[in-house]
């Protein structure tokens, strides 16, 4: 299959069921929701929600799985989008570039950006246990609202980011990095592939290899993430390239070397997609994403 067109493809129906669900900027909180929807919208590859879409696919292909799929994946989107807010905040990473726009800060304020991400992760959760969701069982909803939270909580990707704050400028080890990219990174993409599973209806031999398939692709994800830092362009990433040294980060290539991180990266990517054989070639999207994500420039 051709990763490009199919990535494409997928991004078309996010996208399209993403500006018919987010709230409109009228009324009483416009200006809020504005901000929220600035960032959203500012562009993004929307990797997350086609992970959920590809895990709900691999499980069942059947349109009306992919339908109820939809809002989960664009739940995911908010929370991510809100964690990119909050990341490029002066007191946090402090950047100024993001999906090719100024970040959310320099363009609304800070006390607006740090609104916006609220709004976004709220938002999310509107989404999942609302009416756009109810055509999934509520047992199933309820274990993709946890298994969400969960990711994006103290224990996952804020967790993560606190680390990340707090190892900046230090002497960081093997295992704390790879606990930090786990979980600021890791955690929120192995829940997008996971709630995929759920709202398909997986049983547990095959939401268990979703699971594992998960974590090595969010682990490959946020390593790519670092050497694309210290190798791609500001122009190519449409965010500031170099801000890990700027902001003295540990990170894979600060640590290992551009070369063995790379190593390190298709090695997790190897192990992801061992995790996959008891699927068809329903799954060939899932592998394909795996071996796009270790190979992306951007
Ligand atoms: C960037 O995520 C932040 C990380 C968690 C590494 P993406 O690379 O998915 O950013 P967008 O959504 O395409 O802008
Ligand atoms: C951020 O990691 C992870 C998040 C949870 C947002 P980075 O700080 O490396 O992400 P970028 O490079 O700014 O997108
Ligand atoms: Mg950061
Ligand atoms: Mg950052
Ligand atoms: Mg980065």
Redesign the pocket.
């Known amino acids: 299959m051709e990763i490009k067109t199919y990535l494409n493809e997928q991004r078309q129906q996010v996208e399209k069921y993403l500006i018919d669900l987010v709230l409109e900027p009228v009324g009483t909180f416009s200006k809020h929701i504005e901000s929220m929807r600035y960032s959203l919208f500012a562009g993004g590859k929307r990797i997350r929600p086609i992970l959920c879409l590809a895990a709900a696919a691999a499980v069942d292909s059947k349109e009306d799985t992919f339908q109820r799929a939809l809002p989960v994946g664009c739940a995911l989107e908010c929370i991510h989008t809100y964690s990119?807010i909050h990341?490029?905040l002066p007191a946090?990473?402090d950047?100024d570039l993001r999906r090719g726009k100024p970040t959310n800060h320099t363009v609304f304020g800070e006390a607006a950006a740090i609104l916006a991400g609220d709004g976004l992760l709220t938002f999310a959760f509107d989404l999942l246990s609302g009416p756009v969701s109810a055509a999934t069982p509520d047992s199933a909803r309820i274990r993709i609202i946890q298994t969400i939270a969960r990711a994006a909580g103290p224990l996952g990707m804020v967790g993560g980011q606190s680390l990340d704050m707090i190892y900046a400028g230090k002497l960081v080890g093997y295992d704390e990095l790879r606990s930090i990219h786990r979980s600021k990174t890791g955690a929120l993409i192995t829940a997008s592939v996971v709630s995929g599973a759920i709202v398909a209806g997986a049983d547990e031999a095959q939401e268990e290899a979703l699971k594992t398939y998960g974590d090595n692709i969010g682990l490959a994800f946020q390593i790519v993430d670092d050497l694309l830092d210290v190798e791609a362009t500001t122009e190519q990433l449409g965010?500031p390239a170099g801000?890990?040294i700027k902001?003295d980060k540990v990170t894979y290539p600060s640590l290992f070397g551009k070369e063995t991180s790379r190593t390190m990266a298709r090695e997790a990517v190897q192990e992801a997609l061992a995790a996959l054989t008891l699927f068809d070639k329903q799954a060939d999207p899932l592998r394909a994403l795996a071996n796009y994500i270790v190979e992306r420039n951007k």
């Open positions: 990119l990341d490029d946090m990473d950047d965010k801000s890990d902001s």
